[in-house]
């Protein structure tokens, strides 16, 4: 009885709450651009086309992904699955998206089993799975497809270890930085092209109570890597990088020690978003961007993904990114390198060459234009000529997206590009390289720092899991 | 001041402290409740207010794409047989070690000590290769008894104070009418630590309904994750939509809250005559 | 004297140990030696060899300060837990005990954090209350209110999770307290009224000695958990601000899956089992003197 009453008092009340409010049932379109064609109904349909095809007998080809939302599911659906399972009879694909992927991958190699094709989070970890045997060599899909022509060199050398190929790339992702470009009107701000003149933005904008610069890795410390590689690769000369990459000098060389030491300046200054940056997602981090709560975001593109979701509507002209100015050579745009992920193929799987066909379809230029029309941010396959990809059906961050990489893909090519861990540097090397926010934080000196990585490095080199690199022009 | 004014003063503060810790423990899922109600760009520019329009279709849209029906069936199928283990061997064991009845007392109170003793985390790389050896991955029967198998210890410490309290006279005189030692167990004993045996399904239900480490390892294929493991897919790096993630914390909530409700009797009684003996 | 019966009987009790032992032992037991006999090994987790390396993972650690600074982390943990939420929830087990009205929906409403899943409790504390930008804390930055996120400030990062973890935990113990409370012979209680004695003295003299079976056990609970401590911390920050909240099972959950370096993953699983086994001695040693049925 008293329960009873308990609970219908506080049902009142709630219903006090709620009072005066209108509900609505109506189910809005969740996600970001999905393409005209493209309805619920046709995404249902063809989901359920995929159901009856496994009904039909196929054998399954299985891949493993993030968790994807609706949206990005549906593009996976109509770029790669029915791509693949219309060209032939014999298989099917199925992708399984999970949150905790890459814990699952290791666990499941481990095993010896997991899915056909393999996703990773960058070629180096793909180095410790290839010593182990556990990917199978692609080197002959390569020769075969014709892969290495169409791949950007860096990215291809990337993905090698001892000269074989044993994952490809994704898609191209450059650091640069993010802005808001109604925010830069209002305040009569230029896009800065030295850093001097961005400080200034930036303490300007700490002035009026916003965020020097956003920035955000709760969640995901890895996300270190994605403002510390913009930051260091503006700082300090790229070939100083690869240099140290190379093994011909240690990372704690007195340029390299200068540009920690900058980074460190500019963390305590709150150009990354200051004692915020545990605290704030990605997606968070981009929002204050959007909510004219920030004047930069040091980012690579693979965050446009994220600015999908914040820049709606009409908001989408007030997005910018501009290439990061840099303390080397002024007058050149350079931009930091990295993959979001990579995907190899397993070695316990029992149709390597189908596999092999799928990643061949992920390499395309028809891939790339039907995954951005759906998914900016995340799919642009890093290919050497990028003219076979449509974006007449491109709406939005879409077509922002692939106005980007089409003026950064020339200078890679001309030399101007720097290195992302993620994608650049071995395992523990990268891993020592991520404690870079103890840095930021002050307790760990640069040096420290420096002499940590150089440790790991040291022995990563020596143990040959370190990709060959392209050399670069600045 | 007057006995009576203390009094009265004493009991005004010791309801103020309990009200307060009410409100600390619900005023987060008031929050939850109330923003799963909103649009995402409500709930980022003020989460503490109330919505204008209740957009009930936060709550059909987080359904279908998560995918809740299959995702909780696959819950209950864990959680059934995470208890079924569960209760049925803590019960046998702790019936056994109530009184000490066999030698090895000793060795098994101590190992199932040492075993609340162990992490989970790593543990997962042998389990995950025998689980593939076996043909057992995306079992959910199977990893409801892996859960109940993490999850002895407690119960059987909780089950052996149970039988603790059953006089001996009862078990002498089924023995003396003939009984052996199974027919004493299931005809005599069980009955009479029904209720304990609640608190145990309780508690480990609870746990296994709850639990996500195991679950994301164990299970492969989407149609055979539990609403906990697709839950968190929420809140993966892509999901940019709080209002999906508010109700769905909501439907996380509600099957729990409401077997409590039901049950709170039994877990609190039981934790009452079990958990206090130790 | 053991009769042919008494041979049965005691056969039919070893079996009925059974399920419980072979469950534990193929489940918990065998992966738990692969897995402690790693942590004297290289193995990467990977691949199939495992060479013998003897201590060296243990001398790494040894010399490591992110090992050190997880250990501390996790002594911390352990203080803050054997008092706030003891006190707490003791407190409140107390007046609870002392009401006769509403104890049914207090009990309810404590426990109902503890009910919860941890994923759904890290979400809501991380965006809905935590974030600076989506949540209470920048709410109450954007009214104007300078206050940082208890998990973005190095100093402030464990206590936040700390907070969120009791926040969850101390319902439970409260429960438990005033069950046991509620033990206590009501003939000692009046007594002790009779002769004048109230409050505090009271609590000391009368309940104290009747519930101390159960603190005690729920004292040793605790550390063993805090030594195990993982969901919320890997949850909300992930080891993070720059290892401020790095515990023992991250650091060595990080250890397995980043950098493959399983057999120092194992090592590290060692000491947060040596330490809970510390504990357990320590509580068997404790409740020896208890009455024994």
């Known amino acids: 009885?008293?329960?009873?009453?308990?609970?219908?008092?506080?049902?009142?009340?709630?219903?006090?709450?709620?009072?005066?409010?209108?509900?609505?049932?109506?189910?809005?379109?969740?996600?970001?651009?999905?393409?005209?064609?493209?309805?619920?109904?046709?995404?249902?349909?063809?989901?359920?086309?995929?159901?009856?095809?496994?009904?039909?007998?196929?054998?399954?080809?299985?891949?493993?992904?993030?968790?994807?939302?609706?949206?990005?599911?549906?593009?996976?659906?109509?770029?790669?699955?029915?791509?693949?399972?219309?060209?032939?009879?014999?298989?099917?694909?199925?992708?399984?998206?999970?949150?905790?992927?890459?814990?699952?991958?290791?666990?499941?190699?481990?095993?010896?089993?997991?899915?056909?094709?393999?996703?990773?989070?960058?070629?180096?970890?793909?180095?410790?799975?290839?010593?182990?045997?556990?990917?199978?060599?692609?080197?002959?899909?390569?020769?075969?497809?014709?892969?290495?022509?169409?791949?950007?060199?860096?990215?291809?050398?990337?993905?090698?270890?001892?000269?074989?190929?044993?994952?490809?790339?994704?898609?191209?992702?450059?650091?640069?930085?993010?802005?808001?470009?109604?925010?830069?009107?209002?305040?009569?701000?230029?896009?800065?092209?030295?850093?001097?003149?961005?400080?200034?933005?930036?303490?300007?904008?700490?002035?009026?109570?916003?965020?020097?610069?956003?920035?955000?890795?709760?969640?995901?410390?890895?996300?270190?890597?994605?403002?510390?590689?913009?930051?260091?690769?503006?700082?300090?000369?790229?070939?100083?990088?690869?240099?140290?990459?190379?093994?011909?000098?240690?990372?704690?060389?007195?340029?390299?020690?200068?540009?920690?030491?900058?980074m460190q300046d500019w963390y305590k200054a709150g150009y990354l978003a200051g004692n915020d940056y545990t605290a704030l997602d990605s997606q968070e981090a981009v929002q204050l961007i959007a909510d004219k709560r920030a004047a930069f975001l040091m980012a690579p593109t693979l965050y446009i993904q994220f600015a999908a979701n914040s820049f709606t509507d009409n908001k989408i002209d007030e997005f910018g990114f501009a290439p990061m100015p840099n303390l080397y050579a002024p007058d050149k745009d350079v931009y930091d390198l990295t993959m979001p992920c990579s995907f190899a193929v397993n070695t316990s799987s029992k149709a390597p060459d189908e596999c092999a066909k799928i990643l061949d379809i992920m390499l395309s230029a028809e891939f790339c234009t039907t995954m951005t029309e759906y998914w900016p941010g995340y799919w642009a396959v890093p290919l050497k000529d990028m003219s076979g990809v449509d974006d007449s059906n491109m709406a939005g961050m879409s077509i922002k997206f692939m106005e980007i990489i089409k003026e950064a893909v020339p200078q890679i090519n001309a030399g101007n590009f720097g290195y992302h861990p993620s994608a650049f540097f071995p395992p523990v090397t990268q891993d020592e390289w991520r404690n870079v926010d103890s840095v930021w934080q002050g307790v760990m000196t640069p040096e420290e720092f420096l002499n940590a990585v150089d440790k790991a490095f040291a022995e990563e080199l020596e143990a040959g899991l370190v990709a060959p690199l392209a050399k670069p022009a600045v | 001041m007057s006995n009576k004014a203390k009094v009265r003063l004493s009991s005004i503060a010791s309801l103020t402290a309990l009200v307060s810790l009410v409100v600390i423990c619900l005023s987060p899922l008031v929050l939850v409740l109330i923003n799963s109600f909103k649009t995402h760009q409500e709930i980022i520019a003020n989460p503490l207010s109330t919505p204008t329009v209740i957009h009930l279709e936060n709550y059909t849209d987080t359904w279908r794409i998560v995918g809740f029906a299959k995702a909780f069936s696959n819950s209950i199928k864990v959680t059934v047989t995470a208890i079924i283990t569960g209760c049925f061997c803590s019960g046998s064991i702790g019936y056994v070690l109530a009184g000490r009845k066999v030698w090895t007392w000793k060795a098994i109170t101590i190992y199932f000590m040492l075993a609340t003793t162990v992490p989970l985390q790593l543990f997962m790389l042998p389990l995950y290769s025998a689980f593939v050896k076996l043909g057992l991955m995306g079992n959910p029967f199977a990893l409801g008894v892996v859960i109940a198998a993490w999850n002895l210890p407690m119960p059987i410490f909780l089950m052996r104070t149970y039988f603790l309290k059953i006089p001996y006279e009862l078990e002498e005189a089924a023995r003396i009418d003939g009984a052996d030692t199974w027919q004493v167990f299931t005809k005599v004993m069980l009955p009479i630590v029904s209720p304990g045996l609640i608190t145990v399904a309780v508690i480990v239900g609870l746990f296994s309904w709850n639990e996500y480490l195991l679950s994301s390892t164990l299970l492969q294929g989407d149609a055979n994750l539990t609403a906990s493991v697709k839950f968190m897919s929420l809140n993966g790096m892509y999901s940019g939509d709080y209002s999906l993630v508010m109700a769905g914390a909501v439907i996380m909530i509600l099957p729990v809250l409401i077997m409590f409700l039901l049950l709170q009797k039994h877990f609190v009684e039981g934790m009452a005559s079990g958990a206090v003996k130790g | 004297m053991k009769s042919g019966n008494g041979r049965i009987k005691t056969l039919g009790l070893h079996m009925l140990t059974l399920p419980a032992i072979l469950l534990s032992g193929l489940v918990v037991f065998a992966p738990a030696v692969y897995t402690f006999y790693a942590a004297f090994t290289d193995w990467n987790g990977v691949g199939k060899s495992m060479n013998w390396i003897g201590l060296e993972n243990f001398q790494v650690l040894f010399n490591d300060k992110v090992f050190w600074q997880a250990l501390t982390n996790n002594f911390k943990w352990t203080l803050i837990f054997i008092t706030i939420p003891v006190v707490v929830g003791m407190l409140s087990a107390v007046l609870l005990a002392r009401r006769s009205k509403g104890r049914n929906f207090f009990q309810t409403v404590y426990l109902i954090p503890y009910v919860l899943a941890p994923v759904t409790n890290a979400l809501i504390w991380a965006n809905m209350i935590f974030s600076p930008s989506g949540g209470v804390f920048g709410y109450l930055r954007r009214q104007g209110f300078s206050v940082s996120s208890p998990i973005g400030d190095m100093k402030t990062a464990l206590y936040g999770v700390a907070f969120v973890d009791m926040w969850h935990y101390w319902g439970f113990l409260a429960i438990v307290y005033l069950a046991a409370l509620r033990q206590t012979p009501v003939d000692q209680i009046e007594a002790a009224q009779i002769e004048g004695v109230g409050g505090w003295q009271l609590f000391w003299q009368v309940y104290m000695p009747n519930i101390s079976p159960t603190v005690k056990m729920m004292f040793v609970f605790i550390i063993i958990y805090s030594f195990l401590t993982f969901d919320y911390v890997y949850l909300l920050t992930g080891g993070g601000p720059a290892h401020a909240t790095e515990m023992l099972s991250t650091y060595a959950y990080s250890m397995a899956f980043n950098t493959f370096k399983f057999g120092r993953a194992a090592a590290v699983a060692l000491v947060m089992s040596f330490f809970g086994a510390i504990a357990a001695f320590f509580y068997t040693y404790l409740s020896r003197k208890e009455v024994s049925e």
């Not at chain 1, 080809?61 to 949206?71: D, L, Q, V």
């Not at chain 1, 960058?122 to 410790?128: L, Y």
């Not at chain 1, 995901?220 to 790229?238: A, L, Q």
Request: glycine share 8%.
């Open chain 1, 1 to 262: 009885m008293k329960k009873l009453m308990t609970l219908s008092i506080a049902l009142l009340m709630l219903c006090g709450l709620f009072s005066g409010c209108s509900v609505s049932t109506e189910s809005t379109a969740r996600g970001v651009e999905t393409p005209a064609q493209a309805s619920q109904t046709e995404n249902e349909e063809s989901l359920d086309q995929s159901v009856q095809a496994s009904a039909e007998g196929r054998k399954t080809i299985s891949m493993w992904f993030w968790g994807a939302n609706e949206n990005q599911k549906a593009a996976f659906q109509a770029a790669l699955i029915d791509v693949y399972n219309s060209s032939q009879n014999e298989y099917e694909l199925v992708i399984e998206y999970r949150n905790t992927v890459d814990n699952d991958i290791p666990v499941a190699l481990s095993a010896s089993s997991g899915p056909d094709i393999i996703y990773t989070s960058g070629p180096s970890f793909c180095n410790v799975y290839v010593t182990e045997d556990k990917l199978v060599d692609l080197t002959p899909y390569a020769e075969q497809y014709g892969w290495k022509d169409r791949l950007l060199q860096v990215y291809y050398d990337a993905c090698t270890v001892d000269g074989k190929l044993y994952s490809v790339p994704n898609s191209i992702s450059v650091g640069g930085i993010f802005y808001n470009k109604a925010l830069f009107q209002e305040n009569n701000w230029q896009v800065p092209s030295t850093l001097a003149e961005m400080i200034d933005i930036m303490e300007e904008a700490k002035s009026m109570g916003l965020y020097g610069g956003s920035g955000g890795n709760r969640g995901w410390r890895p996300s270190n890597d994605n403002f510390s590689s913009v930051m260091i690769n503006h700082f300090v000369s790229p070939t100083n990088l690869y240099e140290c990459l190379s093994g011909n000098q240690p990372f704690s060389n007195p340029e390299m020690l200068a540009g920690v030491q900058m």
